[in-house]
């Protein structure tokens, strides 16, 4: 309801502006916080795809490793889907980040450190 609130009050103003009802429909979608968030998804892509197929079993053997919650939450990666909360804050990502590198093999830690 947020986006349609913001949308509305741009399309009732006198000076309605399109770029301007964009810019405020962009920024009540993504939020501070659900930027970091998806900028920590998309370093996990990008760590990813440089992978050969030894760094890959070892990553997802380590995430699939993880309590239930974490990894699902992750994979949720947007507020109100279920097990997001696990993820929707800097701690709660650190948390997140410390747990799966115990679970992973020392190199694929090594990997990820250095990318």
Not at 14 to 28: E, L
Not at 50 to 68: A, E, S, T, W
Not at 72 to 79: K, R, T, Y
């Amino acid at each position: 309801v947020p986006l349609a609130q913001s949308l509305s009050a741009e399309l009732n103003s006198d000076n309605f502006h399109p770029d301007k009802a964009a810019t405020k429909a962009y920024h009540t979608i993504w939020s501070p916080e659900n930027i970091r968030q998806r900028n920590f998804a998309v370093f996990g892509g990008e760590f990813l795809m440089k992978q050969n197929v030894v760094g890959l079993r070892g990553f997802f053997d380590g995430f699939f490793r993880l309590d239930q919650p974490l990894w699902a939450g992750f994979l949720a990666g947007w507020p109100t889907l279920p097990d997001n909360d696990q993820h929707e804050s800097w701690y709660k990502r650190i948390w997140y980040g410390l747990n799966f590198f115990v679970q992973i093999p020392w190199q694929v830690a090594v990997a990820m450190t250095v990318d």
